[in-house]
């Protein structure tokens, strides 16, 4: 399978504790983006890297939040202390970056839930 | 904040129609893509079209896009129910970074 791939695929935790998030992209692809999705809402860009280089990060990502690509590969998005509000879908794309192509690939999406 | 706004926000058609839906955006862009999300799942990049293409065509997919109106149109023709999904336009911002700034979306739903 050479597809973006996403664990876990759901997480249930309860308010103030620590989770994490693992995004493995297409193994080429130097881009790697994280978004984040409400229901009935379209994807907010939360951050993206160039191989290991975190070079933008919305202003959606609070202190609370932080995501890491230490070896250019693989990304992890830590969320401490959650909120309700935290409780969303967790998207992670990639892509190649390349003169003329834009198109990034999704992976299946982590849905947290926080009680 | 969310660049695009879909129109319709939801769209019900029967198998066999054509299903139309549009985009409106407010700043300049590099381009416009649109992504396609089954229920619950990831999104599927569908079709591209820079700023300095009208229109372009993907199987039975078309795209228009009117960068005066900053307006782009998705037209799926000979609607299937397997289209049944949520339909979102993202824009990749001009001078910007490559971030994907996606409206709220358009739900259609095909009925056979």
């Known amino acids: 399978d050479t597809g973006v791939s996403q664990d876990p695929r759901h997480k249930i935790t309860k308010r103030g504790q620590n989770v994490t998030f693992r995004c493995d992209p297409i193994?080429?692809?130097?881009?790697l983006y994280w978004y984040r999705q409400t229901l009935g809402q379209g994807p907010e860009f939360l951050t993206y890297?160039?191989?290991?280089?975190?070079?933008?990060k919305s202003r959606l990502l609070s202190d609370r939040f932080s995501a890491e690509r230490p070896k250019g590969s693989f990304s992890t998005l830590e969320i401490q202390r959650t909120e309700q509000g935290d409780s969303a879908m967790y998207l992670c794309?990639?892509?190649?970056?390349?003169?003329?192509?834009?198109?990034?690939?999704f992976g299946p999406g982590t849905r947290l839930t926080v009680t | 904040s969310q660049q695009g706004e879909e129109d319709p926000q939801a769209l019900s058609i029967q198998e066999g129609e054509n299903a139309t839906m549009n985009c409106s955006y407010k700043?300049?862009?590099?381009?416009l893509q649109w992504y396609r999300q089954n229920s619950g799942r990831g999104l599927v990049h569908l079709i591209l079209?820079?700023?300095?293409?009208r229109e372009k065509h993907s199987g039975r997919l078309r795209v228009t896009l009117d960068t005066s109106k900053k307006s782009s149109s998705l037209l799926i023709t000979a609607s299937r129910a397997a289209d049944t999904a949520s339909y979102f336009c993202?824009?990749?911002?001009?001078?910007?970074?490559?971030?994907?700034?996606f409206g709220k979306g358009t739900k259609l739903t095909v009925n056979p």
């Open positions: 193994s080429e692809h130097n881009r």
């Open positions: 890297f160039q191989n290991e280089a975190q070079l933008e």
């Open positions: 794309a990639s892509s190649l970056l390349t003169g003329r192509s834009y198109e990034q690939y």
């Open positions: 079209i820079r700023s300095n293409e």
């Open positions: 993202a824009t990749v911002l001009q001078g910007g970074s490559e971030k994907l700034v």
């Open positions: 700043t300049s862009i590099n381009n």
